[in-house]
C-alpha cells in the first residue's frame, strides 16, 4: 500500500477552520484518498474520500492537490466534538480495497 | 439502524490462555473486517471476510483466527494468549461492492482486552 505522511499533532480554536494535510507522493492511478478520524474511546468513523476534485459533504471538505500528491482535509468550524485522531488512508480502487491500512495519524485539539 | 456490536467490551485473560471475541455487523453488511490497536502499533488489519470466506490477512501470527457465520456475524479467536496480545480489538462492516470505490466501513467499539 503507498504511504501517507501526516503530521502528528495539531491545534485549532473553536469555531476557525482547521487544514489538515497528508502527503502521498506514491500513490497510484487507482488509489482513492480517503480520511477517517477516532474520536476518544470510539472506534474510527468515515469523513470524507476523493480521487481527483475537491469533496464536500456534511462534516469536511477534502481539497486534492493538481498533481494528487497531496491533500487537505478542511473542517470548516472545528467544535470540541472535532477533537480526534485525523487518519488519511489510500485504498486501491480497482476492487481489492478489502482493507484500510492505518498510518499514525493527525491528534487534532480544539481549544474552547 | 442499530451500528457494529463487539462483545464483550472488556476482558481479563492470563497468558496461555485463549479468547473469542464477537462481532455482529450493521444489518445487510457482508463484509466485515478485524484490526488490532495497540498504544505502540497503531491500527493494525488482522483480516477480513466477505461471505464466510476470508479474503485477505494482515501480518498477523497463525495464533490469530477468525470465521464468519452465514447471518455475517463474526467471531475472531486468540490462541495461547501473550502479553503483547493486550490491546483494543475493532471490528468493522462494510455493505461492499466491487464497483464502489467507496465502501465505508462502520466500525464498533471495541473489545479491550488485558492479558496478564
Known amino acids: 500500500d503507498a504511504k501517507t505522511t501526516q503530521p502528528n499533532s495539531m491545534e485549532s480554536n473553536e469555531e476557525e477552520p482547521v487544514h489538515l494535510p497528508c502527503n502521498h507522493s506514491?500513490?497510484?492511478?487507482?488509489?482513492?484518498i480517503h480520511w477517517y478520524r477516532q474520536l476518544p474511546s470510539q472506534g474510527p468513523e468515515y469523513v470524507i474520500h476523493?480521487?481527483?476534485s475537491n469533496v464536500n459533504n456534511r462534516m469536511a471538505s477534502l481539497a486534492i492537490a493538481e498533481d494528487r500528491k497531496s491533500s487537505t482535509l478542511i473542517l470548516h468550524r472545528a467544535t470540541l466534538r472535532d477533537a480526534a485522531v485525523y487518519y488519511c488512508?489510500?485504498?486501491?480502487?480497482?476492487?481489492?480495497?478489502?482493507?484500510?491500512?492505518f498510518g499514525k495519524g493527525t491528534l487534532l485539539t480544539v481549544n474552547p | 439502524k442499530a451500528g457494529v456490536t463487539q462483545t464483550p467490551r472488556y476482558l481479563i485473560k492470563t497468558r496461555g490462555q485463549q479468547v473469542t471475541l464477537s462481532c455482529s455487523p450493521i444489518?445487510?453488511?457482508?463484509?466485515v473486517s478485524w484490526y488490532q490497536q495497540t498504544p505502540g502499533q497503531g491500527l493494525q488489519f488482522l483480516f477480513e471476510?466477505?461471505?464466510?470466506?476470508?479474503?485477505n490477512k494482515g501480518n498477523f501470527p497463525g495464533r490469530f483466527s477468525g470465521r464468519q457465520f452465514s447471518n455475517s456475524r463474526s467471531e475472531m479467536n486468540v490462541s495461547t494468549l501473550e502479553l503483547g496480545d493486550s490491546a483494543l480489538y475493532l471490528c468493522?462492516?462494510?455493505?461492499?461492492?466491487?464497483?464502489?470505490?467507496?465502501?465505508?466501513?462502520?466500525f464498533g467499539p471495541g473489545t479491550r482486552l488485558t492479558v496478564l
Open positions: 476523493g480521487l481527483t
Open positions: 506514491t500513490i497510484s492511478g487507482t488509489d482513492y
Open positions: 471476510y466477505f461471505s464466510e470466506t476470508q479474503r
Open positions: 488512508i489510500l485504498r486501491d480502487g480497482g476492487g481489492s480495497n478489502y482493507k484500510l491500512t
Open positions: 468493522a462492516s462494510s455493505f461492499y461492492s466491487a464497483q464502489s470505490s467507496y465502501n465505508e466501513q462502520f
Open positions: 444489518s445487510g453488511h457482508r463484509s
